[in-house]
């Protein structure tokens, strides 16, 4: 997209570069939309059907702009080149709108989606379901490898009108083939906004508090008196001794007249420690943020480094730009098959974990390669600039280190993640778990962007500073440097959270319910809360 922007729009390298993190931030940040929708009225199916026609409307729209003349500037013949108008820029604006608002919808729901066919009660079926993470992940790089290799090669010969048409048929044929299925799938109904049940915890819990109620050995917690929860189609949670304040969200203050239907003034334990564990994984979501910012690399900085070094393979095949991280998607297709069969069992014997190790470790390993990564990124573009008077005076494969470890953190971080966020969500909250989780990507990526907005205001703006329009000119490896040290950081900082996380079956779980008075016990015993 940026190569989009800088040859069809005429947009300078570093403005390209920002305009595309927003874009993918927004689309990211969309997800907790959609998993509101999800979780709240259509359910994960509806929402991927309806989310994916959105997506294709703005796919279609984007194949427009790049095949009418008017709705792009005149080719450029010599600079300066003739800026793109307000209305060209409105009509694209409103095509990738459309298409980060699609985005935003299907992601949080296709991997949940998946994970949902899998019977949680079945032990064969849970050792599926992990699997299917790894190659769910496996498939989106396969996906991505086509993209950047066969639709990059047909943009370059035959036109940017072909570049975007072909994933636009793709994407309508994928809706179809997804309909096809419809009588084979498990379905997870809605279960109603998770946000109001969290709002509701909260204003009963300092509504409580302002009362002087206190969580002590002998206080009653409500609780409803059916199999299920009072969440439509939820399970029962056991209270857990964690974020204790909470509790006073169900303190029965008063026996004699319980507000049994008013959950603004008295929430059961479960809709309590929903909440609790939605809070629980802020914590390690926060710590992992960071990465993100190396992610956003990849579409930006990376490929215009590509674009000024050496692609040429033989005497007549030249690698487009687009296509230089093939590197990071060969990495992920070649990593995966491999963790899977044989580093996973390999593990599993030494640690005795299911998983060889947990979600938690395998996220680290992924946070440490990036450290290796940017710093790999910052040496290699030092060089290129040193010896860049000379054109095309380095190979791009100087470029392979850096993808390469960006892509096997992507692959350690981004699947266990999707593992984590779903084992601790709870069945009301699967789909919000999975859009916190891709929500990171995007806050990255706007990060991504006020970072390289406070590189050109403090180091002198496009013209002086590191970042210029002419990379030869800039000094991107002193951004790298920066991006290594936010990394070095951030690692450390995860190390401490995730050592003092505390699961779903480590946060002090009492797994009896005596401390919870179920509606319709006309005579509720008294019994600790622990």
Partial sequence: MVSYLVLEMHQAIPVAAMHVTDWIGAAFVLTLLGAFMADAYLGRFKTIIVFSCIYAVGMILLTLSASLDGLRPLPCMAKPCQKASNLQNAFLSIALALIALGTGGIKPCISSFGADQFDEADKKEVKKKYAFFNWFFFAINMGALLGITVLVYVQVKKGWVWGFGIPTGAMIISIVVLLCGIKYYRFQKPMGSPFTRFMQVMVASVRNHLRGVEVGCETLLFEVQTEESDIKGARKLARTSQYRFWDKAAVIADRESIPTTNRWHLCTVTQVEEFKSFLRVLPVWASTIALSISFAQLSTFFISQATIMDRQ??????????????????????????????????????????????????????????IFAMASAAWVERRRRERSPAPLSMSFFWLFPQFFLVGGAEVFTYVGQLEFFYDEATDGTRSISSAVFLSEIGIGSWLSTVLVKIVEGVTGGTEKGWLRDDLNQSKLDYFYWVLTLINVVNFFVYVVVARNYKGKKAAGVSVSDESMVELGDPHPELRGSS
């Fill in 313 to 370: 393979l033989g005497h007549s095949f030249k690698v487009p730009p687009g296509s230089v991280p093939i590197f990071s998607a060969i990495n992920a297709l070649f990593l995966v098959p491999l963790y899977e069969k044989l580093i996973v069992p390999a593990l599993r014997r030494c640690t005795g974990h299911y998983r060889g190790i947990t979600s938690l470790q395998r996220m680290g390993v992924g946070l440490f390669l990036s």
